[in-house]
């Protein structure tokens, strides 16, 4: 019976080039990078905010997905 066997292969470190070009000293602050990336995360607050109002002030417990889709 012929039976493969794992094998691994070592992967060199980059070099750390990347953090030689930083040339200022200020901290990294994220910000979206878009207007479409904040229209998004917008829209997904709205609809998170959305399904927590629906499942709060409905029995969700004993709806089925066909009954809350009607409503």
């Excluded at 030689?20 to 905010?49: C, K, M, S, W």
């Excluded at 959305?50 to 709060?56: E, G, K, P, S």
């Amino acid at each position: 019976m012929s039976v493969s066997h794992v094998s691994v292969h070592p992967v060199d470190d980059p070099p750390p080039a990347a953090a030689a070009t930083q040339v200022d000293n200020q901290p990294h602050v994220r910000r979206p990078a878009t207007l479409l990336g904040l229209t998004l995360r917008f829209f997904q607050f709205f609809f998170a905010a959305d399904a927590l109002c629906i499942i709060t002030t409905t029995d969700f417990p004993s709806l089925t997905a066909l009954l809350l889709a009607m409503k």
